[in-house]
């Protein structure tokens, strides 16, 4: 899984874990940390659309992440299946 510094950074400041940590979680563990990115972003484009503003960029980088995250979780489950 490979992040920009201010993914890492929202990882860091939002859950409070390392790149390296969420790199090595099982797919159900990252699943949870995909949700919670999930219902980031969904706030964030509530509070943009209720503003009648951008989505903030802290909403921008959870909805990369839930992508990132699901692209890993797929790439994990396929490997296993392939073993």
């Known amino acids: 899984m490979t992040l920009s510094a201010a993914q890492k950074n929202f990882l860091e400041t939002e859950f409070g874990l390392s790149a390296a940590h969420v790199a090595a979680m099982e797919p159900e563990q990252l699943r949870s940390i995909r949700e919670r ?4 972003e969904v706030a964030e484009a509530v509070t943009a659309d209720n503003e009648n503003i951008g989505i903030s960029i802290r909403g ?3 909805a ?11 790439s994990r489950t396929a490997a296993a299946m392939a073993v």
């Open 64 to 74: 990369d992440l839930v992508n990132i995250i699901k692209a890993t979780i797929k």
């Open 37 to 40: 990115c999930f219902d980031i």
């Open 60 to 62: 921008e980088i959870a």
